[in-house]
């Protein structure tokens, strides 16, 4: 058995020293923000924080209010609102999208976007993986026919 601690305090030149995939470990096995919680969402912000509010019905736009969260252990800053645009209704049948923080370990970045559902279907399957996204739900929204 292993067991590991930190972060200490240091002495220069002699440790211990830090890297990033040490913070990245410890954001990602936190309670609460943790490997099975890593999709905790949310954190330290307004009561509003990241949350999609409807901005013109008729337009089919969201918009997300700016705040932080911790995404697969990575936090993420929207330091500004975000619109998002969502595809237009199935004539026939009832839809349902997920808008979601998005990390992208491909390209190092993050994003906020529309997850377009199935006509007649489940909203879609969020991804976990992390291969390279790994998305937060920050809200279901219902596309009525």
């Not at 990245?24 to 999709?39: C, H, I």
């Not at 990241?50 to 013109?56: A, G, I």
Request: proline fraction near 10%; glycine fraction near 10%.
């Amino acid at each position: 058995m292993t067991v590991t601690s930190g972060l200490w305090d240091g002495v220069p030149g002699v440790g211990p020293t830090y890297g990033e995939e040490d913070l990245w470990q410890m954001w990602r096995e936190s309670p609460g923000l943790g490997a099975e919680r890593a999709d905790a969402g949310v954190v330290m912000s307004r009561p509003d924080a990241l949350l999609p509010v409807p901005s013109d019905p008729a337009s089919m736009t969201l918009k997300v209010q700016p705040g932080s969260a911790f995404v697969n252990g990575l936090f993420v800053h929207v330091d500004a609102e975000v619109s998002i645009a969502i595809s237009a209704a199935d004539p026939t049948m009832t839809r349902y999208d997920y808008i979601v923080l998005r990390s992208d370990s491909g390209n190092k970045s993050a994003s906020v976007v529309c997850k377009t559902g199935t006509p007649g279907g489940s909203a879609p399957t969020l991804d976990t993986s992390g291969s390279p996204y790994y998305e937060v739900p920050l809200a279901r929204v219902k596309i009525p026919a």
